[in-house]
């Protein structure tokens, strides 16, 4: 069965620190790749998304991810967070229709 | 503009009663879903509508029925529920199913709780 893994389940960072979250989907056919991030007591926004050309993708708000089709991955990455990138993150991959989702990853961000 | 919409926002139910979960879409979307999200979990796919008239179940379906009424509207109904649907639901559509990456949009969120 597909499937997703979130290799992190909480983050704790201090402002200012690099970020990188880690995504593996295990399906072998043409993927479409999201990131959702949702915001304490909010409801789940897109971050950016993957269909199909440049591999590094930008999304909102300074966060970045990169497809790497070889190792079934598809990290998100930000230079430099902020105290209010505090939620919890979700990898999901779309095949056929159904979006899969991972176990999401709680990050918090220590001012 | 309202996008996903969902109701009611919060419930509280007793073991064994039943309610209906309504949600709405108006950006002439084909596909809806229904998910619910559980900590540690992820979000888990419980029904989904590929289109108008079509059902399907996902990958936790036990407990749950659903009716896509028209385009617009598809319900999560729990017949008799149980602690172990204390969860936060999320109605979700986006404007076709297949591999096409269409994104999808998702309502505010349900919270409910079976004491």
């Known amino acids: 069965a597909q499937s997703v893994s979130q290799h992190n389940h909480h983050v704790i960072l201090s402002e200012a620190a690099s970020l990188e979250l880690g995504c593996n989907y295990s399906?072998?056919?043409?993927?479409?790749l999201f990131w959702y991030v949702q915001y304490p007591g909010q409801h789940l926004q897109l971050l950016l998304k993957y269909f199909s050309g440049d591999p590094l993708v930008k999304g909102i708000k300074g966060f970045e991810a990169e497809f790497i089709k070889s190792k079934f991955s598809f990290n998100l990455r930000k230079p430099s967070v902020q105290w209010s990138d505090t939620a919890e993150y979700f990898c999901?991959?779309?095949?056929?229709?159904?979006?899969?989702f991972g176990q999401g990853t709680e990050l918090s961000v220590k001012p | 503009n309202a996008g996903v919409t969902q109701t009611p926002k919060f419930q509280v139910l007793k073991t064994g009663q039943s309610m209906t979960l309504q949600c709405a879409q108006d950006m002439n979307h084909n596909s809806m879903y229904w998910y619910r999200q559980d900590p540690g979990m992820g979000l888990r796919l419980i029904y989904y509508?590929?289109?108008?008239?079509?059902?399907d179940k996902g990958e936790v379906p036990n407990g749950y029925n659903v009716s896509r009424l028209n385009k617009r509207e598809f319900s999560l109904r729990l017949e008799s529920a149980a602690p172990s649907q204390t969860s936060v639901y999320f109605c979700a559509s986006r404007t076709s199913p297949g591999n096409s990456g269409n994104t999808i949009y998702f309502g505010e969120g349900s919270w409910l709780t079976v004491v």
């Open positions: 509508s590929a289109s108008e008239g079509t059902t």
């Open positions: 399906y072998g056919g043409t993927v479409n």
């Open positions: 999901a991959v779309n095949v056929r229709g159904k979006l899969i």
